[in-house]
């Protein structure tokens, strides 16, 4: 699975967070293995961000890893780190 990339990007950008219990922490390692598999960029530990809508790939992930109460997609216009993002996502 990978986040398919439009013909012109909207200049938001995708942010999932989570916080999966102690408890989950083979699946909270999974899941975090998964984002970066389709194509996210780790922010923080628990923090990755995309330029693209992924929303139905971030549904599947939550559902499949049972983990959706855990796991939060905010959409936002800017981030203070954009220039090294555009850097590595390759846009304008």
Not at 72 to 82: G, K, N, Q, T, Y
Request: net charge positive; hydrophobic share 40%; glycine share 2%.
């Amino acid at each position: 699975m990978l986040i398919p990339k439009p013909a012109r990007w909207d200049r938001k950008w995708r942010i999932v967070i989570f916080d999966i219990p102690e408890y989950l922490k083979s699946t909270r390692d999974i899941m975090r293995a998964r984002l970066k598999q389709i194509g996210m960029i780790e922010l923080q530990k628990s923090v990755f961000v995309h330029p693209y809508p992924c929303e139905k790939e971030i549904e599947f992930l939550t559902e499949f890893y049972e983990v959706k109460p855990h796991v939060r997609l905010i959409i936002a216009e800017s981030i203070d780190s954009e220039f090294h993002l555009k850097t590595k996502f390759k846009l304008p």
